[in-house]
């Protein structure tokens, strides 16, 4: 019993904390305790009503790939890598080295870690015309 309180108290004061961080970012403060993983229990305590108030918006996997295809389009032939791909499109660089792997067809492979990017909507339109 009293560990759990000492427990309680600890992520308590870490929450403050975080608080404290977020407020002089500037950041969502309800957010940042989200992402740092505090319990809604000591969130409700420290937000109280506002905590009700905001939103969790939860990205949909292919979101991720959407984003970064519709980003392609738009720079079709530019020479690229995966780490100005997650920059352009505020997604993480893993997620980016692996949209890039699965679809060769919009991203063809130079060298390790650079990639042209293709137009795979127009070459598919051609390949149907010569069919």
Not at 50 to 78: D, P
């Amino acid at each position: 019993m009293i560990r759990d309180q000492i427990l309680e108290v600890q992520e308590f004061y870490r929450a403050n904390a975080i608080v404290a961080k977020a407020r002089k970012e500037g950041t969502n403060v309800a957010k940042t305790l989200r992402d740092h993983m505090v319990g809604r229990k000591i969130i409700e305590q420290l937000l109280g009503n506002s905590y009700e108030e905001t939103e969790v918006v939860k990205k949909k996997r292919g979101g991720s790939e959407s984003a970064i295809i519709e980003w392609a389009k738009n720079n079709i032939g530019k020479d690229t890598n995966p780490a100005e791909i997650a920059e352009a499109t505020n997604l993480s660089y893993a997620t980016a080295n692996k949209v890039v792997g699965l679809r060769t067809d919009w991203f063809q492979r130079i060298k390790k870690g650079h990639y042209i990017i293709r137009d795979a909507d127009s070459e598919r339109q051609s390949d149907k015309a010569g069919d």
